[in-house]
């Protein structure tokens, strides 16, 4: 079935511990994002990447990488994971970064840090 | 800056309609668009619109005003699925959404 898969699904983990969480889409999407949702806020995003081997930063970049070495995938690393960081994580794809580009969501990993 | 609003939530009686409205302000516009998100899953596309005026889908439409910064989203004959957040989002110059934080519908029999 063509779509986003995310793993982990959820995810509990100690403060100062790295993280990857990862993203595989299998429709040949250019551009992948990803972004965090939390209560009482929109979606804010985090890193992005418009093609394989580019990569940009959002709104909220701190604290996190990417890596984007093929269209497939685009992991996302918490190099030393904060409480701040607790949040559902949503990982997405569009054909291109256009502006009538739909972008696609995966099923999300849902994170605590404590 | 950059700011969406939408109203935090809604209620409505099943068989009726509703309209939830949105309002932004970003640094350049290439649309606004429409997501539909249920509990504990994630967003899916509804609607997208870039010219003022009415776009219809089946029992969704969607409207917008560019002039007035202004989008709203139109749900008839709601049904008890229809009970989810509805997302609105902007475009910026960049190519980038900026997502409100959601409008949660609830839908009463």
């Known amino acids: 079935i063509a779509g986003i898969t995310q793993a982990p699904t959820s995810q509990i983990l100690a403060a100062g511990r790295r993280m990857t969480l990862r993203c595989t889409q299998d429709?040949?999407?250019?551009?992948m994002y990803w972004y965090r949702q939390d209560l009482g806020l929109g979606l804010r995003l985090i890193h992005y990447?418009?093609?394989?081997?580019?990569?940009g930063k959002g709104e909220v970049p701190d604290g996190y990488s990417v890596s984007r070495a093929n269209t497939d995938d685009f992991p996302l690393t918490l190099a030393s994971a904060v409480p701040s960081q607790t949040s559902v994580y949503f990982c997405?794809?569009?054909?291109?970064?256009?502006?009538?580009?739909?972008?696609?969501f995966g099923p999300g990993t849902r994170l605590t840090v404590l | 800056g950059q700011n969406i609003d939408q109203p935090t939530e809604m209620t409505a009686t099943e068989g009726a309609i509703v309209q939830i409205n949105c309002t932004y302000q970003?640094?350049?516009?290439?649309?606004l668009f429409w997501y539909q998100q249920h509990a504990g899953e994630a967003p899916t596309f509804l609607s997208y619109?870039?010219l003022d005026g009415l776009e219809e889908k089946g029992r969704f439409s969607s409207f917008l005003s560019r002039s007035k910064g202004y989008s709203y989203l139109l749900l008839k004959e709601l049904q008890m699925k229809d009970s989810a957040s509805y997302l609105c989002?902007?475009?910026?110059?960049?190519?980038?959404?900026?997502w409100g934080a959601g409008t949660k519908l609830i839908i009463k029999p």
């Open positions: 619109n870039v």
């Open positions: 970003t640094s350049g516009f290439n649309g």
């Open positions: 997405a794809s569009s054909d291109s970064q256009g502006p009538t580009d739909t972008q696609y």
């Open positions: 990447s418009n093609t394989a081997g580019t990569t």
């Open positions: 429709m040949r999407h250019n551009a």
């Open positions: 989002a902007a475009m910026d110059s960049n190519y980038q959404l900026i």
